[in-house]
């Protein structure tokens, strides 16, 4: 299981850039919400969900981290998506949860957590619905090469993220400023 | 001949093999009958009692054969070989005293044929399980040398070894009396040395040829394995063997046919009469066993990846967390129930012993680095004309294997540093009324928690005031007012310090003493010294058991919590008003009887809420990190406790001030503090953090800085 995880996110990494065909991001996501927007994660870097735990902050780190938790022995880093997108932060809920993720950056593969409002559903996205995101986010905190594609199904739209671009960043910035 | 006295005698050979092969010279070729005829003596007196021994004594043999035909360069290699084969032998006989306890020593000498025959049975399958082992590892090296060989052009060492491996595997084999294997692995043996004297060319027909031989000897090997495990008679030699076997001769040419089967197929010369004895201990073998069906086990060890007994390590100890977890979790704790409470009781047992077991597993004996530096101090005593002996001791204190390795470099240049220096001339001794022959000992024990190895020479000792007038001159200190003796004779490990008359060959440019203060210190490590005018100098190591566990103090800090390494800590202290000091109302000082100590708020550095505001109402742990000392302001003292550490999480490379993590025992994470990155602070500006969400303050800086330049 976890081995075919690892190759998924190593060979999504130099994957589609946005205008590439958008065909090949047909499959499975699993969906979440901020605020009330709805976001997809490609279903193979997702590891597992875990309710909201005790997150010990680590000192001088990006405001996005919100710290450390243990997961089951492993230390693991946990961003918070909603200030990772430059969105005002809100209390926890009782929907609040997190969604390990693991994807790989170069020769490194990361597995950290990541904060969201709420996990929705898995679904499957086919090749027709969806558009490839649009050139420019405006000023948006986000990056138009962390958005694959715009998914839309009943009416709603779903922002398909690359994970591995999106928080790359956030773990680099880290390492970067030290 | 009792069980015994033969062990005696073993462990004074061993003693004996031990001084020799210390005192042997890699360029005097003749040194090594010496040690031959040992190694037979030791090998025949541990016949009856340590297979083991006996097997690596006869491995010992042919390497230090097949050494001599190699020059002085193998020679030396051989010799380093011989003296950790030698301290494993030690200790093999150290960890047994009486393998088969006293009652083997009756069975040999009561009539009891049968008895005396299952004990060599069971001695003999350990002797097979050992070859086996070693030999499966001699050809997977092989295979890989094949595999390089192929790809580039054949180089000498690349013969060398293939050649070391076959020779290894036949002089075994032959003490085993595996004819077939002999028979196989002597003509491979004669053709690689063909190839070594460049009558023959490693390539084309005759690469294929050592592949089919290793190929071949791998399946002989596993037939023996099997004979052995099932009790039976080993299969004679299938015709494709006999066949390669003449491919193999007639490829080597005419006098390599001669030489099949010699009379004694073990390499050095009187090894076979030595050993004459044990055959009909192997003879008596398997197929003596009453029941054919009965599966005999070898004993069998294997290679690990490192990684994987990390993790295994690190696994238990999450399970400890979490047993802890349960046990004092209140719904459980609260039960009433017996059955509970043992069951408890029993995991918890089980918890400890396996948390035992894993720390052990990771463990060996300092005794292989320790018996390096023998050789280093006799090298050395001999270049530079000081008689000097090394006594060491407590070469079976076992500490965490890359510990162990990573010691080797500091002993070392501390070795080098006190033969230079330490010690002196033999007439400057006499002069002193000391023994011409000086000494250096090297010991290792357990202290409380840490490992500490100990260097002691009887040498001159620090000169206070020769070390002084150097740091002056080099400029690492102004003058001595004030510095306490420790302080001076600190100076030595600063950068670019030495005192040597002149750059000698052995103690180099004064690069040593600041790196082993840096190696000891990236192991978590601390080093004193202790010294007296004119009867000698003493370097005392402090190190952790394991680089995967420490000691750590909890500290609470307003609502987070903070792992303090124990082995940083000097104290801690509630201080009074008196001691606090201010400078332009912001840097904050604490007086510690005379000393002046910058004080860190760990609050303000980490922007932690809730902390204690008033220094008095808080604690003050002294600690040490990069040879300075510095004051953290905390709460309060938690608790003291052994953590597994474990990084950050990739995401979270490079975090100041942090260096690593562990799980609590309520499952949360802690945050291990960075000792030497605080207390460097004291000197130098914060990193620049643009995007960091704590701003500085300057109070928390011991020195006054306007928030512009510590942003900056």
């Known amino acids: 299981m976890s081995g075919s995880i690892d190759t998924a996110a190593q060979a999504a990494v130099p994957a589609p850039a946005p205008a590439q065909d958008v065909a090949a991001l047909a499959g499975k996501y699993m969906t979440f919400k901020l605020a009330d927007e709805e976001y997809g994660l490609q279903i193979l870097k997702v590891r597992e969900i875990i309710g909201l735990m005790d997150i010990t902050r680590v000192p001088r780190t990006p405001e996005h981290v919100r710290g450390v938790i243990n997961l089951r022995g492993k230390v693991i880093p946990v961003v918070d998506l909603r200030q990772k997108f430059g969105m005002p932060p809100c209390e926890a809920t009782d929907q609040t949860v997190i969604i390990v993720v693991q994807y790989a950056i170069g020769e490194r593969t990361l597995t950290m957590g990541i904060l969201v409002d709420q996990v929705l559903e898995v679904r499957q996205i086919q090749a027709g619905a969806i558009e490839p995101p649009p050139p420019s986010l405006g000023d948006a905190a986000i990056d138009s090469a962390c958005i694959l594609g715009v998914g839309k199904t009943d009416k709603r739209v779903v922002f398909l993220l690359d994970i591995g671009r999106a928080l790359g960043a956030s773990a680099d910035c880290a390492a970067a400023a030290a | ?712």
């Open chain 2, 1 to 712: 001949m009792s069980g015994s006295e033969t062990r005696a005698g073993a462990a004074d050979l061993l003693e004996e093999l031990a001084a020799a092969v210390m005192a042997a010279d890699p360029s005097d070729a003749t040194a090594v009958g010496g040690l031959v005829a040992l190694l037979e003596r030791l090998a025949a007196a541990a016949a009856g009692t340590h297979p083991d021994v006996r097997v690596e004594a006869v491995g010992q043999v042919g390497r230090l054969c097949a050494a001599v035909e190699d020059g002085p360069g193998a020679l030396s290699r051989a010799l380093d070989d011989a003296c950790e084969a030698t301290a494993r032998m030690q200790e093999a006989i150290a960890r047994e005293p009486a393998p088969a306890g006293g009652g083997a020593a009756a069975t040999r000498v009561e009539p009891g044929r049968a008895a005396s025959r299952v004990e060599r049975d069971g001695e003999t399958i350990g002797l097979f399980g050992e070859f086996l082992g070693e030999s499966a590892e001699g050809l997977a090296q092989v295979d890989r040398i094949l595999m390089n060989v192929e790809s580039d052009e054949p180089i000498r060492e690349a013969v060398d070894s293939l050649f070391r491996v076959f020779h290894t595997v036949k002089g075994t084999a032959g003490f085993l009396e595996l004819e077939d294997v002999v028979a196989l692995a002597h003509v491979a043996e004669s053709m690689l040395n063909a190839c070594r004297e460049g009558s023959l060319a490693l390539r084309g027909e005759i690469l294929d040829l050592v592949f089919d031989a290793t190929a071949a000897l791998r399946n002989q090997l596993e037939a023996v394995r099997v004979a052995v495990e099932r009790s039976v008679a080993f299969p004679r030699a299938t015709a494709e063997v006999e066949a390669l076997v003449r491919r193999i001769e007639a490829a080597t040419g005419g006098d390599a046919a001669e030489e099949r089967r010699p009379a004694s197929a073990v390499g050095g010369a009187g090894v076979g009469e030595a050993l004459a004895a044990a055959p009909q201990a192997l003879r008596a073998r398997p197929r003596a066993t009453a029941e054919p069906d009965a599966a005999v086990k070898l004993k069998d060890t294997i290679k690990v990846d490192v990684e994987r007994v990390d993790s295994l390590v690190e696994m238990i100890g999450e399970l400890v967390v979490v047993e802890s977890m349960v046990e004092n979790a209140p719904e459980i704790a609260g039960a009433s129930s017996v059955r509970v409470r043992n069951c408890l009781a029993q995991l918890a047992k089980v918890t400890r012993d396996l948390q035992d077991v894993g720390m052990r597993m990771r463990m060996v004996p300092v005794a292989g680095t320790f018996q390096k530096m023998a050789r280093l101090v006799r090298d050395l005593a001999r270049k530079s004309g000081k008689q000097v002996r090394l006594v060491t001791s407590g070469e079976a204190t076992e500490m965490d294997r890359s510990m162990v390795e990573q010691i080797a470099d500091p002993l070392v240049h501390m070795i080098r540093n006190s033969m230079d220096h330490g010690l002196e001339a033999p007439a400057e001794r006499a002069a002193a009324g000391k023994p011409p022959a000086a000494a250096i000992r090297l010991s290792a024990y357990h202290e409380g928690g840490s490992v500490v190895i100990e260097l002691a020479d009887d040498g001159r000792g620090l000169d206070r005031d020769r070390i002084l007038q150097k740091a002056v001159e080099k400029g690492l200190v102004a003058a001595a007012d004030g510095m306490t003796d420790a302080e001076i004779h600190a100076l030595i490990f600063a950068p670019g310090f030495s005192t040597a008359r002149a750059v000698t060959e052995l103690s180099g440019r004064g690069v040593g003493m600041d790196v082993v203060r840096r190696n000891i210190e990236a192991m978590r490590g601390r080093i004193s010294i202790s010294t007296a005018r004119g009867r000698g100098t003493t370097f005392k190591l402090v190190l952790p058991l394991t680089l995967a566990i420490i000691d750590g103090m909890l500290v609470a800090c307003g609502e987070e919590r903070y792992i303090v390494p124990t082995l940083s800590i000097v104290e801690s202290i509630k201080p009074d008003p008196a001691m606090l000091v201010t400078l332009a109302r912001s840097a904050e000082m604490i007086n510690l009887r005379g000393e002046i100590l910058p004080l860190l708020r760990m609050d303000r550095l980490f922007a932690t809420r809730g902390a204690k505001a008033r220094a008095t109402e808080a604690l003050v742990v002294v600690v040490e990190g990069a040879g300075r000392r510095v004051g953290i302001l905390v709460d309060e003292v938690v608790s003291q406790q052994q953590v597994v550490i474990k990084t950050l999480g990739a995401g979270l490379r490079g975090t100041p001030f942090v260096s690593g993590a562990a799980i609590l025992a309520d499952g949360r994470v802690g945050l291990i503090l960075n000792v030497d990155e605080l207390a460097g602070l004291v000197d130098r500006k914060l990193p620049a953090r643009a995007q960091g969400n704590v701003p500085v303050t300057p109070a928390a800086l011991p020195a006054p800085r306007s928030p512009a330049e510590v942003q900056a």
